[in-house]
């Protein structure tokens, strides 16, 4: 039983930072979690402006329909 204990707590001989270790995994995560969270912002500044767009051309069209609207009742 001692033999057990001490070899569960004797020090690891394999490196901290292995390329299959879960440590180095949860690295790569992490880096590919910053960039999607990046991406996303990008995403959603892009949908913002489109949207604006959208209501831009939205109220131009709303203005020559009324201009045309005018000109025909008057």
């Known amino acids: 039983m001692k033999k057990l204990i001490r070899w569960f707590l004797s020090p690891s001989k394999k490196s901290f930072v292995d390329s299959n270790s879960l440590y180095s995994k949860l690295l790569v995560l992490e880096e590919r979690i910053a960039a999607l969270e990046q991406e996303n912002v990008e995403t959603s500044n892009c949908l913002y402006e489109l949207s604006n767009c959208i209501d831009a ?9 009324l201009e ?4 025909k009742n008057v």
């Open 57 to 65: 051309v939205d109220a131009r069209i709303d203005i020559l329909t």
């Open 68 to 71: 045309d609207w005018t000109r």
